[in-house]
């Protein structure tokens, strides 16, 4: 069965330096999500994609946060200047069409020292 | 705008005994319903999901869940837990425009042998 996948599963990184996650979603998926979890706290959404551009992104998607679709497959969160408070584990989602289910990825864990 | 609440943070149920777990949701138009369940370190599966139709959906693992709109309620249950079905599970709702889940506070459920 397809499911989507996220490199790497864990990701160490100092205060003040670039991150970027790396999901693959399924093939045929047309819709893109990143959302987060802060260690026990809630999942928040993030930013969705479509069509190679933003659709709706959340007040935590500031300017230190974009995404892209580089190359038809592989779906990147980056973090230009990461904080103590950017650490959470990392969803990526997919689905294919506007109204079927969003297939989630096992998570990237960031911890930003 | 849509929110969900979980109201039970943590359930501790013995194996074999029946389990009902609570979710609420607020949502302006008619909501797409989702319960997830996460075990430690892992990803987001997908349990079930309400779209239309019959309220009383039925899922993976022998989980059913019903709808009742009159309550906002989207309530998921097993007649009969078993040790591998201590997890975190997270209701969400998500609407036709096909973006954004919001997720619950998540419970974690317990199982005693």
């Known amino acids: 069965e397809p499911e989507v996948t996220q490199t790497p599963s864990h990701q160490v990184t100092q205060m003040g330096q670039e991150v970027i996650l790396h999901c693959v979603p399924i093939?045929?998926?047309?819709?893109f999500y990143w959302y987060r979890q802060i260690l026990g706290q809630k999942v928040e959404f993030l930013v969705s994609?479509?069509?190679?551009?933003?659709?709706?992104k959340s007040e935590i998607f500031d300017d230190q946060f974009s995404v892209e679709r580089p190359d038809g497959s592989n779906f990147t969160l980056k973090i230009r200047s990461t904080k103590l408070e950017d650490s959470a584990m990392y969803f990526c989602?997919?689905?294919?069409?506007?109204?079927?289910?969003?297939?989630f990825g096992p998570g990237t864990r960031l911890t930003v020292l | 705008a849509q929110s969900v609440t979980q109201p039970d943070i943590h359930i501790t149920v013995s194996e074999g005994a029946s389990l009902e777990l609570r979710c609420n949701y607020s949502?302006?138009?008619?909501?797409?319903l989702f319960w997830y369940v996460q075990s430690p370190g892992q990803g987001l599966q997908l349990l079930l999901k309400?779209?239309?139709?019959?309220?009383l959906v039925q899922g993976i693992k022998g989980f059913e869940a019903e709808f009742k709109r009159s309550q906002s309620s989207f309530n998921l249950r097993k007649p009969s837990v078993h040790w591998s079905d201590a997890a975190e599970y997270f209701c969400?709702?998500?609407?036709?425009?096909?973006?954004?889940?919001?997720f619950g506070g998540g419970t974690r459920l317990m199982v005693k042998p």
């Open positions: 309400y779209f239309s139709g019959d309220t």
């Open positions: 994609f479509y069509n190679n551009e933003i659709s709706e």
């Open positions: 969400a709702v998500g609407g036709y425009a096909g973006n954004m889940l919001t």
């Open positions: 093939s045929n998926h047309l819709y």
């Open positions: 949502y302006g138009a008619t909501p797409y």
């Open positions: 989602a997919s689905r294919p069409t506007r109204t079927d289910t969003q297939y």
